[in-house]
């Protein structure tokens, strides 16, 4: 039994990685227009930093949600509403962009004449045809994914199969509503790096991801249930355990997507805090919590941060 619990551990830990990805990096293509006003948590993945000239609001979103998370929190909501600036991590309308999707999927593909199948090992062919098949799908569709494009891309599908959509995802709401409401709308990040943070992974980290994606999406709903959970609860100790134990195994990946961001991002955030009205951040949630999140930096510059 208790090799038993320690190989789930192990497989919810490096699934997990999988899944920070998605839920932290993933920007989608559809707007949720849905109008929310309640909630029962008495904290939220929400946090006020206050200045001499305004305040600032940090929301933590996850981009792929179920419908029941809505209606979100009148907390949220208000912070939204009080804020005529909204900023996100990169330009989520210029990702709708057709020749930005295909981009991004240029990036995730191999050139002609190269596929998926040559670049595996026999093992992981084998393991890949027999998910496929229970899957449904058609290998040959996929034959020139890159290894982090198909993991993404079978990840993503079997949340959306079990009622998880990017339509739902938080900052898609808010980039809807803010268009609608025409709010000043703002981006940390260009939509060429952001694609580049995917589409420039090691390729031996990406068979490595692949070959664990393969063995553990049948516990991805389990984890995408408990990431949901803790968020929708405003617990961000038990949501960072769940996010960042997965990145130990990955130091390098864990600087470049997300410490390094964190720490370009403060400087920006800083300068916000000097403009005359309120503003709304919607970045990933896994941006804010732990440590070396966003939150705790600017607590070590001396700013008095309250979560809400």
């Given at each position: ?13 490096t699934a997990g990685f999988i899944l920070s990805l998605i839920f932290m990096l993933l920007v989608s293509a559809g707007v949720n227009a849905q109008q929310n006003q309640t909630a029962a948590a008495s904290q939220h993945c929400l946090w006020e930093v206050a ?258």
């Amino acid at each position: 039994m208790a090799i038993h619990l320690y190989a789930k551990r192990k497989r919810l830990k490096t699934a997990g990685f999988i899944l920070s990805l998605i839920f932290m990096l993933l920007v989608s293509a559809g707007v949720n227009a849905q109008q929310n006003q309640t909630a029962a948590a008495s904290q939220h993945c929400l946090w006020e930093v206050a200045s001499s000239s305004n305040k600032v609001f940090l929301l933590g979103s996850l981009h792929l949600l179920k419908s029941d998370a809505y209606p979100l929190a009148k907390e949220i909501n208000t912070a939204y509403s009080l804020s005529p600036k909204v900023v996100f991590e990169t330009d989520i309308g210029g990702m709708m962009d057709p020749s930005v999707q295909a981009k991004m999927l240029s990036m995730g593909l191999y050139p002609e004449g190269e596929s998926l199948l040559q670049n595996i090992s026999a093992d992981m062919r084998r393991d890949l045809q027999k998910r496929m098949a229970e899957l449904g799908l058609p290998l040959e569709q996929f034959a020139r994914f890159k290894p982090w494009m198909l993991a993404v891309t079978l990840t993503t599908l079997e949340l959306q199969r079990l009622g998880f959509s990017p339509a739902y995802g938080i900052d898609v709401h808010y980039y809807g509503r803010a268009r609608s409401d025409k709010k000043t709308m703002d981006y940390f990040e260009s939509i060429d790096y952001q694609l580049d943070l995917l589409g420039n992974m090691d390729p031996d980290d990406q068979t490595a991801f692949l070959g664990q994606t393969l063995k553990d999406l049948e516990i991805a709903g389990e984890m995408a249930d408990d990431m949901m959970a803790y968020w929708q609860k405003g617990q961000a100790d038990r949501l960072y355990a769940l996010l960042f134990k997965s990145f130990e195994e990955y130091p390098e990946i864990k600087d470049r997507l997300l410490l390094q961001r964190n720490k370009d991002w403060l400087d920006k955030i800083e300068t916000m805090l000097e403009e005359p009205e309120n503003v709304f951040i919607v970045v990933g949630a896994g941006h804010l919590v732990g440590p070396e999140g966003v939150v705790a930096l600017l607590k070590q510059k001396g700013y008095k941060v309250k979560q809400r």
